[in-house]
């Protein structure tokens, strides 16, 4: 917190807040790969779906305190 309060209060063209953490998903020609993500309650995460192979979503985790991403399987 202190980080970002300390980069706002530099102005503009300040260089921005060092990432917790980041990931990437590819996108194709029909659009984002990650829709409708939310915060998780607790905020330790955020679920997110993903779109993959012929159009389908799978639900996704991303773990805050662990760095990891986790789908969850279908059925």
């Not at 194709?28 to 993959?52: M, N, Q, V, Y």
């Amino acid at each position: 917190m202190q980080e970002v309060l300390s980069a706002l209060g530099r102005g503009e063209g300040a260089e921005p807040p060092t990432p917790f953490w980041a990931f990437e998903r590819s996108t194709d020609k029909d659009g984002p790969i990650i829709t409708h993500w939310r915060w998780l309650k607790d905020s330790s995460g955020i679920a997110f779906l993903e779109r993959g192979a012929h159009g389908n979503n799978r639900l996704v985790l991303a773990d805050l305190k662990k760095k990891m991403t986790n789908p969850y399987a279908e059925g």
